[in-house]
């Protein structure tokens, strides 16, 4: 499946939105999911694909990507023209997901871990429900430019991730469901912190992968199931588990 | 248009063209990508008598032109794999597309399984595949590979007790490998399945650490095509088995490669990781070559490139 690119918009010094015309994507795209980009044609290198997080969708023609360049994949999109045609798998994965009992959520979002939770923050707030956002760490917060409805959420922000507790405390009361994506220990933070006032917990974990649809088996995750621990596939059991269920700095 | 079916020992095949054990699955992850019918088989991903937890993370990470990869044959057991796996493989591949790899410590255990897969499902699935060559387990896969008598033994005592083709997975990277190759052959084996895999390893300067979770790992992708290139060569004059070849096959011209090496077949592996349908898209271009050339089948351009 081929999608276009329609718009580069630069956010920060690293941090670039690119939107895309893929129809197939748009529409199918849930809140959490992602995609596999080819950025070569054919089996030039970047050999693998690189799957990114799914930023935003109109639901019928277009979705973006908020990208973080931070590697080969990455830097070579930088290159890429309006009207670019490249090659896309997706959407992928199992999404966040939220019921009526979910009235007041809490995104946790740690540096460009914001991308996965733009989508929900949008979906959330669509079906009425009040949506708080906490990012970490403060200095990177020019990335919230990136948000298109910024004004309609209530944004905290966290100095770095060893003051991340203390605001997680407050925000939680009152919270009926959290949603988290970023580096490993701030998802075990916000996970503990979630699991002591007792609000579940959602959290977008990152492996790196290969195929992206399980069939390599490269992307294990360490998850405990009725108190076993076993490998899952992030790629199709994930992007997201219950906090409860990740097993961080344990192997089975 | 005519298909180009394919013999291999006692195995006939709808066409030359596998997806590879571990890099395909087990079919049905497929089945919404590709035209899983275009697959000359589908050597499912390994199973073992007792569920294999796999190696610690990380699993893979990209090279130049290909994947070192650390699974360590990841699988739920024989059980489960029988219950659960199984039921979803019939559902999606006909008879002739199936072939169970079946891996093991002592040859005991691949006796075993073999036996449990052809009374259970042996008039369902084509052939048994023995994985020899696995690099990622400690004991066990790769023993097979580097000593002909253990080879031999193994190929022997398989071929006594099941009916079913048997395919021999082994792994070329050991200096004798050409030894071990004629052992399969006199053991029984119905055909070699060469397995081009070079261990590798990467070091993330930043961290000083090691990358993979496993610290080395098989390397696969089209870094690795002309080492499988001369394997099969190799091979396809030592010994007279039918060879089914891998290693970094992405499009039918690397098919094709391999074939004028030698190969009566070709099994595609990481290329899926980055095309689902990349098995499928190669065999139809395959067949486009063969009938502009005006041939039937591959048999004649096995080995060609041996006469000139």
């Known amino acids: 499946m081929r999608a276009t690119l329609l718009e580069i918009r630069p956010i920060t010094g690293r941090d670039i939105c690119y939107v895309f015309r893929c129809p197939q994507v748009a529409a199918a795209a849930r809140p959490g999911q992602f995609v596999e980009l080819k950025l070569t044609e054919g089996y030039q290198t970047p050999f693998l694909r690189r799957p990114i997080s799914i930023f935003d969708t109109d639901g019928q023609e277009t979705f973006s990507l908020l990208v973080r360049t931070v590697g080969e994949g990455t830097t070579a999109m930088m290159v890429w023209p309006v009207g670019h045609s490249v090659d896309v798998l997706g959407p992928l994965g199992n999404g966040f997901t939220w019921n009526d009992h979910h009235q007041t959520c809490l995104l946790v979002a740690g540096g460009i871990g914001l991308a996965p939770l733009a989508l929900s923050a949008r979906r959330l707030l669509e079906e009425g429900k009040r949506v708080r956002l906490l990012f970490s760490p403060r200095r990177d917060q020019a990335l919230l430019e990136a948000l298109p409805f910024q004004d309609r959420l209530e944004v905290a922000t966290s100095e770095n991730r060893a003051a991340l507790a203390t605001t997680l405390e407050s925000l939680l009361e009152g919270t009926d469901l959290l949603l988290a994506c970023g580096p490993e220990g701030l998802l075990e933070t916000a996970a503990r912190c979630a699991m002591a006032h007792g609000v579940p917990s959602q959290l977008s974990m990152e492996r790196r992968m290969a195929c992206g649809i399980g069939i390599c088996l490269g992307c294990a995750i360490t998850i405990r199931t009725n108190g076993e621990l076993t490998y899952k596939k992030v790629c199709k059991d994930g992007p997201v588990f219950s906090g409860e269920e990740v097993a961080f700095h344990e192997t089975p | ?308």
């Open chain 2, 1 to 308: 248009m005519k298909r180009p079916e394919v013999q291999l020992g006692r195995l006939r095949l709808r066409n030359p063209v596998l997806g590879a054990s571990g890099c395909t699955g087990h079919g049905y992850e497929l089945a919404s990508y590709t035209d899983l019918s275009r697959y000359g088989a589908v050597s499912l991903k390994t199973v073992t008598p007792l569920p294999r937890v796999g190696n610690p993370p990380q699993r893979v990470c990209e090279v130049p032109s290909g994947v070192l990869n650390s699974i360590g044959l990841q699988n739920p057991g024989r059980d489960a794999f029988f219950a659960q796996i199984m039921p979803r493989v019939l559902e999606c591949l006909d008879r002739d597309q199936i072939i169970v790899s079946v891996g093991g410590d002592k040859v005991e255990d691949y006796v075993e399984l073999c036996r449990a897969v052809e009374e259970r499902f042996g008039t369902r699935i084509a052939a048994l595949e023995l994985n020899a060559a696995c690099p990622n387990v400690s004991h066990g896969a790769g023993f097979y590979s580097r000593d002909p008598e253990a080879a031999a033994a193994l190929v022997a005592a398989v071929r006594n007790a099941v009916d079913l083709p048997v395919l021999v997975k082994f792994n070329t990277n050991f200096p004798n490998y050409l030894e071990v190759a004629q052992a399969i052959e006199q053991a029984g084996a119905d055909a070699l399945y060469t397995t081009n895999t070079p261990l590798g390893m990467k070091i993330d300067w930043r961290t000083r650490q090691l990358v993979l979770g496993n610290g080395r790992g098989p390397i696969c992708g089209p870094a690795i095509r002309p080492i499988g290139v001369l394997r099969t060569w190799e091979l396809y004059e030592h010994v007279n088995l039918p060879i089914i070849a891998s290693g970094g096959i992405c499009t039918w011209e690397d098919a094709l490669e391999y074939i004028l090496a030698g190969a009566s077949a070709v099994g595609i592996g990481s290329a899926q990781f980055v095309y689902p349908d990349a098995a499928s898209r190669l065999e139809q271009d395959l067949d486009a070559y063969l009938h502009r050339e005006g041939l039937e089948s591959i048999q004649p351009l096995v080995g060609a490139a041996h006469k000139s």
